[in-house]
């Protein structure tokens, strides 16, 4: 028995220098990533790599001031931000279908906007950028399909984190929101939205993209000049001065939600011990409200928006996350109706 | 200041590596910080570089004139005359960690890291003086501080010449007049104009 655990103590002795050495690459490569993550964003800030972006312009019908006539059809506008598992505004999981197809259901005149992808100044898919497309395009189909190389899958989520946090950076947040809160304003011209119509706008971040969902609603709300709501599910928020702009914050989230959990950590504006942060104020004051949905997990099963895990209501998790927001958008809506 | 003492500085400099030290710490600190300051002003490729040149040489003068009041402090406290030279090559070790000021690049986190890596860095000067003239910690770091503080009263005196001065290698090194804050980009939207980020865009 000694022998052995001489043996496997000198087999454990032999390979410490070479786990080491394994550990210090991954922590230097995860640096120089998150590094080069930032320095890209400044990069097309600057004009320093090709601008490919195609943007609709705000001339024309859709950016001419609302008529009356117009402002009386107006419909209900909500835009979705996707969460860090994605790559692309066009890739859903079958969860998220039929969740966004269920709060449409329940919120009449309702028009979705799902087409910008919150991980990209340039509303680029991953599997589209010039240079690492098709290594995520790789990495996407060892994920779809589930075998043993499932795991570099979170190779995606890594990369969507660090953009969530260059979002939430003082340095680079204002440049990386302005460009995204550019698309998300050209998706909803695009999608029959006017300015100047008054028609109120909800933003739905979910995971990662309720942070970029409040951080772009300051820009949205001083153009649009109309009211506008975020609503954060399970998301990874930071104390965001667009919260002193918009007109409220619903943060919803699921008990067994360890992401969202790690938002309030990470975030020292979040913490209790700070009553005069930007956050606990406006949560004193009722701009934020936080609500709890139920025991949801932040992702797959039993996740918010999983439709075969029940409540003891009878009620899907799906069911119970869509109706809430279906509840709180369409509430949204009759309070800041425009006035024809 | 006889050629022995030239000899003994260009030694500790250049031969020792306290310069390389110190200009590494630079060029670090020059891409932790100003690189960001220099993009958001959409400066061209060319003139990054010769603002990162000289913000590094700008940083070197400052270590050096750091050093050099802390020499000048602990003779005062000290009443010793320690070399400059020898001071200088103790010092200079306190840059190494300032070889990670490129750190504070990483989104959100790394803003914190440029006060951590300063903490450590003084740290090291201060058993540095303390290492060079054998004397306990808290004359170190009484010199050190009288150093700093020396150094904070000569910027005070000095501060609307070096504002000039900055404001004048800002705009030859830049092209720009203007130096503009992330916070005060003019983030907004043209409705007259066929880019809506046309508006922050002419920033130029």
Redesign the interface.
Known sequence: MIDLLRVLAGWLMAIAPYVFAILLGLILVF?LA??I???VV??W????TDHRVV?H???GAS?APATRAVVAQQRIFMVYLSGIGHISSTYSTRYEDAFLAAIAAQVPDLIIVGDVFPFSVQNESMISERRLGWFWSWINAQRLRKGRLKFAGDLILIRNI?YT??S?????G??YN??VA?LI??SLLHQGYR?GSGAPVTLLGYSGGGQIALATAG?LK??LKAPVQVISLGGVVDAHPAIDRIDALYHLYGTKDRWERLGQC?FPARWPVAPWSRWNRAVAGGKITVRCLGPMAHEGRHSYMDDSAMLASGQSYMAHTATSIAGLVHQFAMEHEPIA | MNTSFWNSLWQTLFVQGAALTIVLAGLSDGLGTQ??VL??N??T?LRFAINLVLSIMLYVLGALAWIAAIWLATRVVLRDAMPLPQLIGAVSLAYVPLWFS??A???????AISPLLNGWSLVLALFAVRQVFQVGLLQALAGTVLGWLSMLLVRAVVSQPAARLDHWLWAITTGRDTRID??H?P???????????RG?KDTR
């Open positions: 640096l998150s590094i993550i930032a320095i400044l990069f800030w600057a004009g320093w943007r312009a705000l001339t950016a660090l946090a260059v939430a950076d003082r340095r680079y204002p440049v302005y460009s550019t304003l050209n300015l820009y001083t153009t990470i | 690189s960001i993009l958001v959409r400066i490729p490129v750190l690049l990483i989104p959100y986190l790394g803003q992330v916070d980009l983030l907004m939207w043209s409705t007259d104009d066929d880019d809506p980020a922050a």
